[in-house]
């Protein structure tokens, strides 16, 4: 696709014409298999997927795609991920690509498309991207089933951060946990979700819409682990009645209205005292509260996908990823939790301190996502933007 | 480049694997959470007796009663004047999302108006220090990603913001301006954006309005006030009303400042578009999408019929002369003068005010004055890596852009324009469908490219159509500009005298000389506006330049913007900030050269 691109871009600017824009398809449709036809060792046929060469080929290019912040921030991860992994493998080279603005929903896009995916490992995948995967394209899609046999340092990944996929595809990397954010000189600690009811948190709390922000949709699947299928949307007509206010964005709610000092209560990540004693923040304003004792795990996954031509490098990365370095320097350079169990993984005294991590941590899996989640996210929307 | 991306999404409203149907449509019309109580109308369309009952219902509803309401008492003065106030209680009809979407977009276009055309009158008609300068600026906010304008929003008149702040120093406050009324804030914001949209059109029609005539007017008797109205004011009425479709359009299609601002509750039809097409869900994304095209075209066409009804005014570029706005001392204590004065301070709470504090948002941080922001803009410049976005590539790219914009909107827009004006009542049609890009929504646009155009459509023979890259962008953004273009030459061209071209051929031009030397001078104050526009679209361009930009180098400076936004903003607060400087000066430059051909 890249060298389609180039040519497209190359000739359309040269003859001005839509001549350039004229391409010829040479390969084979290959890809149409991406699909799901390749996983026959999910339908009966159980063969060890990705049986382990003698000889691994761990040259060349490996191709990773990634989410901004994890290669485009101050203190990103991305590069220095890049240098540790091409210093340990010499003979190759790690070529960040950002993942398009339509996320996962661009390669499923591809893929319904029969258009090749050249990169070849996804760094950030959530359960949800995983169920979005699958409620719409063949069932183990898009991505390959991992022989974990071949990551030596899976068997390091604590347990509960398991993400569920009945076919294998993906392994934790790190997690983050969705708690609320509140200023201790204007609210006391809410202890639990009904306490937000009431008359003392009327007109306090700032959420995120469900339907376009990460973390307004793991709030909205914390109250659904709490008050059930049938309870949840009864949960949020009080706290509409209780005015909660829900913005579209997390930037919009903590940057705009939360660090403006409209209200003093907001739904975020409970890391959120890590930035702010490095910008220099009051910390009364950025206390941690975890409602329920709970805090909602939002663990993020990497995988391979189906298409990938460097299949052995690939591997080698993903265990590279779990490795006790690369575990602290993801960890506080992104700010979110290791994946992996404490003894393998050392952090800054200062993260401990200001990282925060829930007593209970609660998700709702794979299987009771799939076929689900569009439908609770579609009935809490109309409930609320109901005139 | 228009037609195909957007055929390609909205073919999904009507053909349900591969046969046409009309059951999406049906859905959503008789859904009340779309149409409110509507839904029932369009359910049973021939129960006119039941819907006419529950109408007469509604009505034997309203009451009007005498009040007394006592003006907002301010917290620290509470001071109270009793206002007798006629309530008129209107029982509640579910609006549905179509219907509170149109009702904002009415407010938000009232608005817009009220607070343009002011400006527009004081640049018209005064002559001040900055005026030309400050005229150029009028288009900045345009080109402001939505995120910005939340951001400096929140700044400006948030509790802790600029202007309790300022409030504050004189004892005052603070008060809660976004919390307490959402729907005022967003209705601000929107006009925020779209009442420089109207000043700028309208003072473009008024300085082109021939002072003869007022003058003739005046020496056959009118008043000033009667020569104003029966003279000018017919010309400056289509100005006002383009002005104003565009405020509808455009607020009725908006997306992110509603939910930055105001929250889910104040959801738009957008909104939801946007999340069926995030869920994957094309035909209900389509059908919604259709229904607001029909509603955008539909005005459009009823507006572009009235246009074409005023015209027949002769006119010659003999603008009115421009007063000194402050002569001396005592002119500057007149009422006039002081509504004036009045006026500027609002604008200037309103404009400068998120503007100014994004500012000071960029060099502050919690603890106080700090440059970091901006070194790590320039640390980002120097050394960062390939994969990351880099400040100057993106201002680069912005003004390649947008001066590529220009070489393909302005004559594009010129030449439909034209070719409308000339053919009468079927150029109403033609100019309808010459709309569409602004009658289609953003995201359905951005969507349409990324299927039709970035993924390739496969041809027979096993050929691909592709275009991805710049010139994907300029195209995307020239097709979004041009519409501009033509809604400010159409009304002038439209006044012209035939009889001028019809001499000049007579005396042996050619009909592009014609063009050329007659009607181009005559029109340039509006091409000036057009291509001031077709340069800010293309700045200010998201959605779809951030598609068609995605992994290669074509990256924008809003792009950027965007991509700095992690967990912390103040980088991308600093790049905002660049943007606005970059923008301002590019503004004044275009205006300042435009302004040679103005005469």
Redesign the interface.
Known sequence: MRRRTFVGTLGGGAIAGFAGCLSREDTDDENGDANGDANGGSNGDEQTPDPEPENPDLEGTLEVVSYESMIDEETAAGPWLKEAFESEFPDAELEWTLLPDQGINYYINSAEQGESIDADVYLGLNIDDLVSVDDNLAEGGLFRELNTDRIERSGRIRDGLDMGDPHDRVLAYDTGYISLVYDETEVDEPQTFEDLLESEYEESLLAQNAQTSDPGQAFLLWTIDAFGEDGYLDYWADLEDNGVRVLDSWNDSYNGAYMNEERPMVVSYSTDQVFASASGHDLSRHQVGFLNDQGYANPEGMAIFEDATQVDLAYAFLDFVLSNSAQAEIAERNVQFPAVEDEHVDLDDEFDEYAHVPPEAVTIGYDDLRGNLDGWVDDWAREYASQ | MLYLPTGIVLTNAVVEDGVPTLAPFVEVLTDP?YF?ALADVFADPLAIGEHLQSLAGWIAGISVSLTVVFSVPLPSVSLEIPIPWLAIDIPGV????F??TAYQAALSTVASVAIGLPAAYVLANYEFYGRQTLRSLTILPFVLPG?MV??GF??MF????TLNTILGGVGLGPF?F??SN?LAIVILAHAFYNAPLVARITVAAWESVDVRAVETARSLGASERRAFRDVVVPQLAPAVLTGALLTFIFTFMTF?IV???G???L?TVE?WI??RI????YTEAATLAVLETILSLGLTYAYLRYESAQTGLSQAASPPPKEALFPDLQTTLSPRRLAILGYGLVALVLFVGPLISLVIGSVT???GFTLRNYA?LLERQLEG?S???QPWPAIRNSLLFGVATLFIAVPMGIVISVLTVRAGRSGTIIDTLAMLPLAVSGVVFGIGL??GLV??I??PG???????????IVVAHAVAAYPFVTRNVSPLLSSLDPAMVESARALGASRFRALLDIELPLVASGIVAGAAFAFAISIGEFSST??LA???ESYTMPVAVE?????????AIAMGTLLLLVTAASFVVIDRVGGRYEL
Do not use: M
């Open positions: 959470f409110g579910r609006q549905g999302l219907g509170f995120i939340a951001v929140y700044a948030g509790r802790s913001g809660a976004v919390e959402p992110p939910l930055a601002l929250g889910l509750q959801a909104v946007y999340d995030q869920r994957l869900d941080d919690g603890s790590f890596e994969f990351q976005t990324l299927q993924f390739g496969s041809l096993g050929w691909q159509f592709q275009v991805t890259g710049a010139v994907a951030v598609i995605s992994g290669s991509r700095y936004l992690g967990r912390r903003s103040g980088p």
